[in-house]
Structure formats: structure tokens, C-alpha cells
């Protein structure tokens, strides 16, 4: 296939992920670097859409403004979380 310009061998699904253990995707920002964890159980996608196809509708939020949110790009798939949720840090209590 890589011959006639398509890719090696067929990329991975959101069910080949799933079956593999791997139930989440970590994702960073193109501009601000910001990364995030993303269980695939919540994208609301059939079991066979490609992973890359998903790449396209992630947008920044911690960045972006009302008129652009910059696109991101996927870093890896994990088995379990690995980058923890925004910590709340008052300004007046000691880190």
C-alpha cells in the first residue's frame, strides 16, 4: 500500500483501542504546549473511525479565544490517566 501512497498498514481504531486496554488519549496544544488526557469511552464517534481522524476536532480551550480556538495534535494512547486534572489552588492557601 505504501507503493500507491497510502499508509503501511491500516492505522488503528477506536475499537482496536478499546480491545488493546488503551482507554485514553493524550493530546497537547500547537501554540500555548498545554496537555490534556481524553477517555475515549466519551468521544461520541463509531467504534471504527481511525484514530487520526479524531486529531482534526480537538481545539484548545485554555488558549483560545472566543473567534479561534488553535488545534492540536495527539501525543500518544495510554492505558490509564497520566496527566491528573486541574488542581484548584486558592491564592491564599500554601502549596
Known amino acids: 500500500m505504501e507503493g500507491y501512497g497510502g499508509p503501511a498498514q491500516p492505522p488503528p481504531t477506536i475499537g482496536h483501542c478499546f480491545n488493546g486496554g488503551y482507554g485514553w488519549m493524550e493530546i497537547e496544544c500547537n501554540r500555548c504546549k498545554t496537555r490534556a488526557s481524553i477517555p ?7 467504534r471504527d473511525t481511525p484514530i487520526w481522524k479524531l486529531e482534526g476536532s480537538f481545539r484548545c480551550r485554555s488558549c483560545g479565544t472566543r473567534r479561534y480556538k488553535p488545534p492540536v495534535h495527539m501525543i500518544k494512547l495510554t492505558k490509564e490517566r497520566e496527566i491528573a486534572p486541574y488542581v484548584w489552588v486558592r491564592p491564599d492557601e500554601e502549596r
Open 40 to 46: 475515549l469511552d466519551a468521544i461520541r464517534r463509531p
